[in-house]
């Protein structure tokens, strides 16, 4: 894709037809919104059909099922794709052929950074309801600026809200750390919820990621601002660097308001978006009014109404244990005295084997727990480490074959239980 790189032009508004490999992914399919409001003709693929296409169908962006050279039409001027394809896809060859400008979707971010005035949620934890409680707490304030999500935003359904008036200058973004995608962007607000060991399929270990976050911080101009918390260890060398520039997100709490989504991790995202709040000199009791009206987004601590036997069901894409804990003590804290039934699909081979131990001592504290086969996502199958070897850890702990016996598992617990299915795979189809 060299040749591609070097027609790539400098701003957003050199391109006018835009496709996409891989449009169904929750990241790409909000690019592609935003480049649709921008009044592009937006095109894309992907290997399948899923509630995201049929969307992007029903809002004029055309999708092609499965990939093929066919798809990209003769007068598209940029290619956007997900790493999540093959290097020999049929499209991604052929727009090296013609020689288009080609992307990938964190490159793409970053043009679209390059343009605005960007707010970038970074951390290992809490991006996706940081993003959502930020946008909540200045549109509140009359604040609307353009806005991707990792997730539905509750009440909109979308990954995507366009900006209005002068706040069109302003994009709210997620900002993920994973290969330093983050890097691309170009932040005049940071804002770091927590670091801590993840991706090390990736990174060397701790040490390297933190070195990636300060690379990050390192972006944030001179005016800038950034957002972390004083008390996280592995967020210090940033303050010492950048004090200045820091607002600490401790100096929040106490003004959060009651908050819909429960959880004391969840207080900690609000107070984040406050500290967003005061630098662009939003209202303090309208962003509080925001955050009070926060109703969660999808897969966060998302409820799913009963089962027919009458037990609560929660949905949570949690997948590392710092995670996982934040979201059983938060569903204990709503819900005292009730036992708490998992039904857990670890994600990532690497994941499930460096972080092994975490996962095993967090998962003792269910009342009962349910594993179904790892989530491979991008990687190739590694016999070294499986869901069984997590089970022979916890006491108690079942593994389900399939998604049809968890139906059935879930389908026979008692009202006095409380649900909750886990993993930042497909697991919630368990539901459906």
């Known amino acids: 894709m060299k040749s591609g790189k070097s027609k790539r032009k400098k701003s957003l508004a050199d391109y006018s037809r835009v496709h996409f490999i891989g449009i169904g992914g929750i990241g790409m399919s909000a690019l592609a919104r935003l480049m649709k409001s921008r009044d592009k003709i937006v095109t894309g693929s992907d290997v399948s059909q899923s509630a995201i296409t049929k969307s992007l169908n029903k809002e004029g962006i055309a999708v092609s099922i499965g990939h093929s050279e066919k798809n990209l039409a003769d007068d598209v001027d940029c290619v956007v794709?997900?790493?999540?394809?093959?290097?020999?896809?049929?499209?991604?060859?052929?727009?090296?052929?013609?020689?288009?400008?080609?992307?990938?979707?964190?490159?793409?971010?970053?043009?679209?950074?390059?343009?605005?005035?960007?707010?970038?949620?970074?951390?290992?934890?809490?991006?996706t309801t940081t993003t959502a409680m930020i946008n909540s707490a200045l549109r509140a304030a009359g604040i609307k600026p353009n806005v991707i999500v990792g997730s539905l935003l509750s009440g909109d359904e979308t990954n995507f809200l366009p900006g209005e008036g002068e706040s069109k200058k302003i994009f709210l973004t997620e900002a993920c750390e994973y290969k330093k995608s983050f890097l691309n962007l170009k932040p005049s607000i940071l804002v770091i919820?927590?670091?801590?060991?993840?991706?090390?399929?990736?990174?060397?270990?701790?040490?390297?990621?933190?070195?990636?976050?300060?690379?990050?911080?390192?972006?944030?101009?001179?005016?800038?601002?950034?957002?972390?918390?004083?008390?996280?260890?592995?967020?210090?060398?940033?303050?010492?660097?950048?004090?200045?520039?820091?607002?600490?997100?401790?100096?929040?709490?106490?003004?959060?308001?009651?908050?819909?989504v429960p959880g004391e991790h969840n207080r900690r995202n609000a107070a984040c978006a406050l500290a967003v709040a005061k630098i662009l000199k939003v209202d303090l009791k309208k962003a509080q009014r925001g955050l009070a009206n926060f109703c969660g987004t999808w897969r966060r601590l998302e409820p799913r109404g009963k089962n027919k036997r009458g037990a609560i069901i929660y949905d949570d894409y949690g997948h590392h244990p710092t995670e996982i804990t934040a979201s059983l003590e938060a569903l204990r804290q709503k819900y005292p005295g009730k036992k708490i039934v998992v039904f857990f699909q670890p994600h990532l081979y690497s994941r499930t084997k460096t972080l092994f131990g975490g996962f095993v001592a967090v998962l003792k504290k269910f009342d009962k727990v349910y594993l179904l086969p790892i989530y491979a996502a991008r990687e190739p199958n590694d016999p070294s480490i499986s869901s069984e070897k997590i089970a022979g850890r916890v006491p108690g702990a079942e593994v389900l074959e399939n998604f049809d016996t968890a139906r059935k598992k879930l389908a026979e617990i008692e009202k006095d239980r409380l649900i909750l299915t886990l993993g930042a795979g497909d697991v919630y189809l368990i539901l459906e």
């Open 193 to 260: 919820t927590n670091i801590e060991e993840d991706h090390l399929d990736f990174y060397r270990d701790l040490a390297d990621i933190k070195g990636a976050f300060m690379e990050m911080a390192d972006k944030v101009p001179a005016r800038g601002k950034i957002v972390c918390d004083f008390n996280d260890a592995n967020v210090e060398e940033i303050v010492k660097k950048y004090e200045k520039k820091c607002l600490n997100t401790r100096d929040f709490l106490s003004a959060v308001p009651e908050l819909k």
């Open 81 to 127: 794709y997900t790493l999540a394809i093959s290097s020999d896809n049929p499209e991604l060859l052929k727009a090296g052929e013609k020689n288009l400008s080609v992307f990938t979707y964190a490159g793409m971010l970053g043009l679209v950074s390059g343009d605005s005035k960007t707010i970038a949620v970074s951390g290992t934890h809490g991006k």
